[in-house]
Structures are given as C-alpha cells and as structure tokens.
C-alpha cells in the first residue's frame, strides 16, 4: 500500500519548482528561504516594504489588462507594444501613423497625451481576513453569508487610513477563504513616449504568437505624470514627470541558462486548484466548443482578409484578438494532456482521500467533499457546454447578434421606463455606431454568421435554440440561405439605413426594431438561453463554488506540508524562476535565447507579419550592435524561463537576482499555456523580450539614445563565459 503513493512524495516538491504566483507582502515568510536558495541576493525586504523604499514602488498596473515598470527617475515606464497598441492606434492618423513607423519622442514637449491610459501603484497590503470574516460561521447559509461579507468589506473599505488620492480595494483569495486590501494610486496623465514600429513590436504577429522561438521586440514607453506634490491628477500642461521612490535599474550583463529571474505584475487569472472533474470540463467542454465556433470564425475571416488588403486592415484586430484566445485553448487542450494533468490530478485526489479517510475528523469535514464536487460538475456540464456555445457563437464572434442585442435594450427600455428615458439611449447608440462600422463588412460577417449558425444549431439542445435555428435555415435553403435573407431584411448591415433609423422618432424606432429580423432572431435565442440554461447555473454553480471554496481549504489543511500560492486574481504577484530551455517533442531541444540572426531567417519582404524595416538589416549588416551584444558577437531579441505568468503579466519587468530589469514578460509557450490550470516545470515557460534589444531598438534603431540618459544602466566588469 505505501509503495503505490511513493511517486506522490516527489511530485510534490517537484510541483512547486517555479510554480506560484506569490503575494508581496508574504514573500520573506513564505519564500525568501527557497529564493535565496535559488540564487536570489537580496531579500524579500527590497521586493516589498512599507517604510523604506522597493522594488514595487516601481511596478503599476498599466490600463486595464497589463502590467508596467517605471525605469527612471522622471516616470519613464516600459511596458508591452501590444498593451501600448490600442493607445498608439487612437493617437495615429494617416498623416502620423504611429503603429506602422514607431515613434520616439525628442523631448517632453513631444510626448504626446493619452488620454483613457492609467498607472495604478500599490501601496500597501492587509491581510484583512479576519475582518473581512468576522460574524461569519461555517454554518451559514450562502447567501447571509456574503451579505455579512458585504458588510465586513464595506465597512473595512470606508474605515481603512487612506490619503485622499489613494483607493482601497478589497478581493478574495484562495477561493474566498481569505481576504487581502490594496490600498492603490491611480495616475491618469500619462503621455506616449516611444515605440519600434510594428514591424518591430509585433514581428511575427498571429503566426508566432503563443510560440517560441520568438523575435518580436514587444515594447513601447509611456511617461508618468503627477501634480505639483506627486499625486495623481487629471491630464494638465503644467503637471510633471512623476517621481517614484524606486525606479529598476537595468542591467546589460545578460542572461545565461540556470539564471535566477523574477517576474513582478499582475497576473490575471489561474485556477490551479480545481478538482480533475473541473479540468476534464475544461479541456473536453469549455475548450472544445471555444475553439470550434473560432475556427470556424477565423478560416472564413482569413479568406477575406486574403483577397482585399482592405478587409485585411478593417479586421486585423478582431482577427487578432479572435485568435489569441483559439491558439491559446488549442495549447491547454493538448497540454493537458500530453503531460497528464488529469492522471496527476487523481494522483493527488486519491492521496487526499487516503489523508481524508485516516484522520475521522478530516473525514467528517472534508469525507464528502470530492463526490459531491464531481457530481455537481456532471449536473452542470449540459449547462456550461450550451452557455459556451450560445456565447461564442451568438455572442463574441457575431457581430450582428451582438449589435441586436444592443439595439433590443433599447425596446427594454421603451417597455420600462417609456419614451423620454428613450431619447438619450438612442443618442448613445447612435454615437456607438460609428465605432461599429469603421471596421465593418456586412459580407465578411454574414459569412461567418452562417458558418458559426449551423455550428451552435448542431450543438446545442433542441430547445436551447438549436430547432428554432435549424428550421429557419431549413426554410431559406441552408444556413447562408438565412445569412442573406437576415441580412437584406435587417438594417444592422448598413449604415446608412441605420442612421436614418436612430434619427426617427423614438416611437418609430422602436416599431421598426421590434419588427428588424436580426433582433427577432436573436430575442428568440437569448430567452432561450435566459429560460433554459441560465437558471440551472444560477442554481448549481453557487454551490460549486462554496465546496470548491471548501476543497481549498480542505487541501490547505490536509496537505499542511505544502505550500499554496493562491491563484491569480489580478493583484500584484510575484514569480520567479529561472532561465532555461525545454524539450518541445521527442528528440527536440529548444535553446532560452533567440537573436537578431533568427529576425532575418524569419523576414520576408513585404509579409504583414514578418517584413523587417530596412534600417534593421543595415544595422544587423554591419553588426553595430555596440554594447548590447553578447560576448559571442550576438544580438539577443528573447528568452525563456520558467516564472508562472499568465494573462496580466503581459509588460511585467523581468528582474535579475539583485532586482535589476532583464528583460520584459509577453508571452508563453504554446506546449505550456496549461499552466493556467496544471503548471509542469517540463514544459511550462515564459517569454521575455531581452532588454538588451529593447535598448539597442531605442539607440541605435531608434535614434533615440538620449532617452537612455534618464535610465541607470549597470554592467559588470566580470566577464560572462561564451555560450
Ligand atoms: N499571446 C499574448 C497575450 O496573450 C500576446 C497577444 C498579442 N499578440 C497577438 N499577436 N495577438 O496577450
Ligand atoms: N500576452 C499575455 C498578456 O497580455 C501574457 C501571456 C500569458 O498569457 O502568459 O497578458
């Protein structure tokens, strides 16, 4: 009997190399040991500290979705081209078209504003579990018990010490079994400083996102502004250059296999704790039907996109963004399973049941909670596979049917609340309109609706939608028989009739819209969806997530030896790891560095994703690298290591063992994008621009060196041996 579980008591400690998203102001208990151990040589205490300055000092969230780093004195911060994109986009014109050529501004009378963008710092951290719980008994129903919580957080959030320019946000962690405050700065006037162009910043493009071996110098630079004191402030001519208490450094030694790297950001979301049932879920339901409607979606968009360079500019970004999540579920699918997430999962499920079923009083708490978890998962399953594709292909990649949804609130509203709440929504509309049709083909859309129709109807129940769809297409002679006759009836298609429409009188709008295909179309498949599937997950999703919030903490208990990192919730985390290559396939070996010489393999004239800017190739000509080469003569561009990122991370600083900046996080790789649920040191690596092309992209390609000025650069005198 013992034997059997033998294997158990090396994968544990195995799981946890490189493993873990780690909450700051935890570090120095939970992990300086084991950092040190691994190369670290300062201490948790420069990472993150509230009474002198750190490391995070310098880290902010950059917008919505990504992560930044301040890399001067003066608020120069550095984070990905992709999370600058949408940015550079709004400030380009056809006479200024920052995304195509790059950009660097000469002075700070150059840098241009941006309006929308934010820098959010943290600037310090509670553990405010206790409060966040107080009154709060195992006994409770759900539903009094949140409403307790409720009142715990919002007490805690109007009682916390905060400065008047600071904000106070409150999450769960560990599936609700804790609670943790941030207490943030928001900057909202920041100013665009620089960037490659796309050429540089997203060499590569759709083709090798996701992938390794990688050449894209993901980056561009913002400047932090703040008022008179260093607060935040609302964009003004006079504000200045924010200075922050610690800034990174940034190191030109370079990085070598085996080196200690740190990752620091704000990771977005991971579920590493689910049970096998959930994770089989995902990868057989959820990831499935995902990629399916998207292939679908994405094979008829290219076919356009190919013939007219025209469609190809209008639906580059929706393409873009369509593909990012496919390439990525079609990763996690396969992951999973060539490296046995579910095999290690009832690994570790049967080792938890055999902890459970010796101690009577695990037994009593924790004996039911894995059966009853998997029972309720089966129970939901039909329900989640029918939201996923009601979603994906009603919804996401519909672009009609999402217009329609809109429009149908509009005909909510008049039932409501009558015709003079009305007239402002329709002005609203009316405004979103233009965004919606800039980038608009009826045709191109009409062909995906067909092809993501017949899919959603061959998937779904009969009652979920999936008769009603087939027996309109059946009256219109197959799915595009219903595309055509929808879209010459309804007036979404078009513009100008949409127009003419929004300017009627609001009675008439919403005759005209009640009566619009599209939207009788789609109210009939949304109350499918509101009817059918979504009270059944109201119903049994609560109670999955109360036992998987027991199931937490039950593994918290049961495996006391090991260490838990709680899963990523878009706060401020840190990763590390170190730098290394991986084994793809059998007989495959990749290398932790790519450089300039595999830009040229890759460069094809005039390709929309791999067409290098002629400076580039007299600069890698001539080899005028200066001091951003290797020893060996090379110019490094990307590399690998084995730091647990995901989505968020995007733009984090790479740090070395003494904190200083090596390299900017985008990405990772294909084979280990499962490590969102299931993280295999093997296979599971994240993708770095080195900062070393960062910088020679600002000086010599950009012409831009004086901006190095600002930066504190450090190199030194040992000489690293030759790869
Ligand atoms: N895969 C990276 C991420 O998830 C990069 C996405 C942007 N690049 C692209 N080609 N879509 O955000
Ligand atoms: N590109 C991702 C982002 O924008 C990071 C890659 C990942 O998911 O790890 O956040």
């Known amino acids: 009997m013992k034997k059997l579980f033998l294997p158990l008591l090396f994968i544990i400690p195995v799981l946890l190399q490189g493993q873990g998203m780690w909450l700051p102001l935890l570090l120095e208990k939970q992990n300086e040991k084991d950092m040190k151990s691994k190369g670290m040589k300062i201490s948790a205490d420069d990472l993150y500290n509230l009474n002198k300055p750190s490391i995070k000092d310098a880290i902010c969230m950059f917008g919505g979705g990504c992560t930044g780093e301040l890399i001067s004195g003066d608020g120069l911060l550095l984070t990905n081209h992709h999370c600058g994109f949408g940015s550079i986009q709004r400030l380009s014109s056809l006479e200024h078209n920052y995304v195509e050529d790059g950009y660097w501004a000469k002075s700070r009378d ?64 560990y599936d609700g079994n804790q609670y943790f405050l941030f207490v943030t700065k928001t900057y909202r006037d920041l100013r665009f400083v620089g960037a490659p162009p796309s050429s540089i910043g997203k060499f590569g493009a759709d083709t090798d996102n996701w992938v390794w071996p990688r050449h894209t110098g993901d980056f561009s630079m913002f400047r932090v502004y703040a008022d008179k004191d260093g607060h ?158 009601f979603y994906e292909a009603c919804v996401r990649n519909n672009d009609l049917l999402s217009k329609a949804a809109e429009l149908s609130k509009l005909i909510d509203i008049f039932e409501s609340s009558g015709e003079t709440m009305l007239v402002g929504k329709i002005e609203d509309a009316s405004k979103r309109m233009d965004g919606f049709y800039k980038d608009y083909y009826p045709e191109v859309d009409k062909a995906v609706f067909a092809g993501i129709m017949e899919i959603f109807a061959n998937n779904t129940k009969g009652d979920w939608g999936a008769d009603y769809v087939k027996e309109q297409a059946g009256n219109r002679s197959g799915y595009e028989g219903l595309a ?18 929004l300017s009627k009188a609001p009675t008439e709008v919403v005759e005209k819209l009640r009566k619009d295909p599209a939207i009788v179309f789609w109210n009939t498949l949304y109350n499918a969806y509101t009817n059918q599937i979504q009270p059944k997950i109201q119903e049994l999703q609560p109670q999955i997530d109360l036992l998987q919030r027991k199931y937490m903490a039950a593994q918290m208990v049961v495996f006391k030896e090991k260490k838990f990192f709680p899963d990523a919730n878009s706060t401020l985390r840190l990763t590390y790891g170190k730098v290394n290559g991986y084994s793809p396939r059998d007989a495959l070996q990749y290398e932790f560095q790519t450089d300039l010489d595999g830009v040229m393999e890759k460069y094809i004239p005039g390709d929309y994703e791999f067409d290098v800017p002629q400076k580039l190739i007299d600069l890698w ?46 990405d990772r790789v294909w084979e280990g994008t499962m490590s969102d649920l299931n993280y295999d040191p093997a296979i599971c690596r994240n993708i770095m621009v080195d900062v070393r092309y960062v910088l020679f992209i600002i000086d010599k390609f950009g012409g831009a060196g004086y901006l190095l000025d600002e930066m504190k650069l450090v190199k030194s005198k040992k000489k690293r041996r030759k790869r």
């Open 110 to 173: 150059e840098e241009i504003p941006a309006p929308g963008l934010t820098a959010t710092f943290v600037s310090r951290i509670e553990d405010v579990t206790a409060l966040a719980l107080q009154n709060v008994s195992e006994t409770m129903a759900e539903a009094d018990r949140q409403s307790q919580i409720d009142k715990n957080l919002d007490l805690l959030r109007r009682t916390t010490k905060r400065e008047k320019w600071e904000d106070v946000m409150i999450r769960p962690f």
């Open 232 to 389: 935040p402030a609302d964009y003004a001519t006079d504000n200045e250059p924010y200075h922050p208490a610690h800034f990174l450094p940034i190191s030109l030694n370079g990085v070598e296999t085996g080196d200690f790297t740190m990752v620091y950001g704000f990771p977005g979301r991971t579920n590493e704790y689910l049970t096998g049932a959930a994770v089989k879920q995902v990868s057989e339901v959820v990831d499935p039907a995902r990629v399916e409607v998207r292939d679908k979606a994405l094979k008829i968009m290219d076919g356009f996109m190919r013939k007219d360079p025209a469609i190809k500019i209008a639906y580059i970004a929706k393409f873009a963004g369509t593909a990012n999540g496919w390439k990525k579920w079609i990763g996690e699918i396969q992951g999973l399973k060539t490296y046995k997430a579910l095999e290690k999962k009832a690994e570790y499920e049967a080792e938890f049941s055999r902890r459970v079923n010796e101690n009577a009083d695990y037994k009593y708490r924790y004996g039911n909670l894995l059966p009853r978890l998997q029972e309720l998962i089966q129970e939901i399953e039909p329900y989640i596979k029918g939201r996923e594709y």
């Open 484 to 501: 055509d006759y929808i879209f010459s009836r309804s007036v979404i298609p078009d513009k100008v009739k949409m127009q003419e429409l």
């Open 621 to 666: 000509k001539a080899k005028d690298y200066g001091q951003y080469a290797t020893p060996d003569g090379r110019l490094p561009v990307g590399f690998i290591a084995t730091n647990h990122t995901t989505g968020g991370n995007s733009g984090s600083p790479a740090l070395d063992a003494k904190g200083n900046l090596i390299g900017l996080n985008f």
